[in-house]
Nanobody
């Protein structure tokens, strides 16, 4: 069983910074990529940033230049460094991983989600 655990959310004033972490654990064979999505109240969940195990990144236009995603392949952990935060960044941030789990001949490619961490930016 694979589990994703996020940490690092909280409250910050506009212009401040936060760093989110997400650690994947369990019977992980390999990770294709990881990412962050966010969902504000009353809105759909939207992609924030993704990164492949090889380090290729992609960002939503709204966070380019302010957010940086990175991955620690040895520890199956993805980070999201957020600077110059704005009130509109307030949301629950969810970690996502596309990975292969299992052992031996019982390998499965699947998509996993964390439980989310709240980020609140006060203007």
């Amino acid at each position: 069983q694979v589990k994703l655990v996020e940490s690092g959310g909280g409250w910050v004033q506009a212009g401040g910074s936060l760093r989110l972490s997400c650690a994947a654990s369990g019977s992980i064979f390999s990770i294709n990529g990881m990412g962050w999505h966010r969902q504000a109240p009353g809105q759909q969940r939207n992609l924030v940033a993704t990164i492949t195990s090889g380090g290729v990144t992609d960002y939503a236009d709204s966070v380019k230049g302010r957010f940086t995603i990175s991955i620690d392949n040895a520890n199956n952990t993805v980070y999201l460094q957020m600077i110059s935060l704005k009130a509109k960044d307030t949301a629950v941030y969810y970690c996502n991983a596309v990975l292969i789990s299992g052992v031996g001949s019982e390998l499965i490619l699947d998509d996993y989600w964390g439980q989310g961490t709240q980020v609140t930016v006060s203007s």
